[in-house]
């Protein structure tokens, strides 16, 4: 009798321990390892070792790098015909080595494109030229390349097409054309679409339908990147979450891309000595519901990139007016862990 109730002690303490959560996670990547690819963009500083107080956080926290700058096409191909690939290849050695999984951001984008580009006035050049820069640097990193933002920002709010010298000269097939081409030149790497708003019925329409076009033809494209440049407020957990479901209903993965929070109000610098300590609370409470949602869709959420390492290398210190002192991401300008990788972590 006595054995027996020494062993329904021990039984019920062992059943006790095993409904116990197991001990909190220290980093992120640890805590969503078994969700989702937990990513940080990085700058040349940073994956050259300079600023190594923030290569070290990189390390710890993350697993996947994106370049924030060094692929696109103005500093990959800055005169017509030559490319430069000195940091888009420190770049890809670096996450290389550390076992990072990397990104290529970005083929196709209106944005950061070299001057000599907008002396094109033809289209058969401009395909010609297109083909050529996605098969050259695809080609480059065949491999090496977890998957390439194929193609950046082709819509506008309301879902019309942006007016864009892609969309001018080569009209709405640019898209499918540098999907198919970027399939050619590397087969190893995913696929994506990536736009911010993307919570904007408008656009969330018209990427959706440009999915099913890609999909009908048999074109690849694995996922959609919701850039998440959002605030405080906007848009709603409600809004991230129906488009989240949307986008995944329609047959691709999802991935957080380049995720911050803005703490300021627009157009306004008032926090330029300090967050005030209720909104550094705000922040917490934002990224703790933000990556709660997240992981409630971890079955369709691929991967969550934080766009920054620490909140002084930030391009919304410089946006949409220069000079401003913005708080919008996990680690402070001293590379200290904010409030908010706590409220992250506090998950589990
Ligand atoms: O290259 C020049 C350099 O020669 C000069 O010394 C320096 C002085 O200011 O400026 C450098 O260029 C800056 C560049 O970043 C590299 O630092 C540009 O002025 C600046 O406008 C540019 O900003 C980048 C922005 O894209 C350009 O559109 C941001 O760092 C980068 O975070 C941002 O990232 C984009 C994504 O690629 C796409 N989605 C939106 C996201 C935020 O705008």
């Not at 329409?205 to 494209?221: D, G, P, Y």
Request: glycine fraction near 6%.
């Amino acid at each position: 009798m006595k054995y027996l109730t020494i062993l329904c002690i021990l039984l019920s303490f062992t059943s006790c321990r095993e409904e116990e959560p197991g001990p909190k996670p220290h980093t992120l990547k640890d805590a969503f390892s078994e969700s989702f690819i937990m990513g940080v963009a990085v700058n040349k500083a940073q994956y050259t070792s300079e600023e190594i107080e923030a290569t070290n956080i990189v390390h710890k926290h993350f697993n996947s790098i994106t370049a924030e700058n060094s692929m696109k096409w103005q500093y990959i191909s800055p005169e017509q015909g030559k490319f430069n690939f000195s940091d888009a290849d420190t770049f890809v050695t670096f996450g290389d080595t550390n076992n990072h999984k990397i990104i290529g951001h970005t083929l196709v984008w209106h944005s950061q494109l070299p001057e000599w580009i907008h002396s094109i006035t033809d289209s058969a050049t401009l395909r010609n030229i297109m083909y050529t820069h996605i098969d050259t640097v695809a080609g480059r990193y065949k491999g090496k390349i977890h998957g390439w933002d194929v193609v950046n920002e082709a819509f506008n709010n309301d879902g019309s097409f942006r007016d864009t010298i892609f969309y001018k000269y080569l009209g709405e097939s640019f898209i499918e054309e540098a999907f198919i081409r970027a399939e050619q030149a590397d087969s190893t790497a995913e696929l994506y679409y990536n736009d911010y708003n993307m919570t904007f019925e408008g656009k969330r329409n018209a990427v959706i339908s440009m999915i099913q076009t890609l999909q009908e033809k048999n074109i690849r494209i694995d996922a959609v990147g919701m850039q998440g440049h959002w605030n405080l407020e906007h848009p709603s957990i409600e809004e991230i979450e129906t488009s989240i479901i949307a986008y995944a209903n329609a047959g691709v993965d999802v991935m957080i891309s380049e995720l911050d929070i803005s703490v300021l109000p627009r157009g306004e610098n008032p926090y330029e000595q300090e967050l005030p300590e209720q909104i550094e609370n705000q922040l917490s409470e934002r990224y703790k519901s933000l990556f709660q949602l997240f992981y409630k869709h971890r079955d369709k959420i691929s991967r969550v990139t934080i766009w920054g390492v620490h909140d002084g290398q930030s391009w919304l210190n410089n946006h949409p007016i220069d000079g401003r002192t913005d708080y919008p991401l996990l680690f402070d300008r001293n590379y200290k862990a904010k409030n908010c990788v706590n409220a992250i972590l506090n998950i589990f």
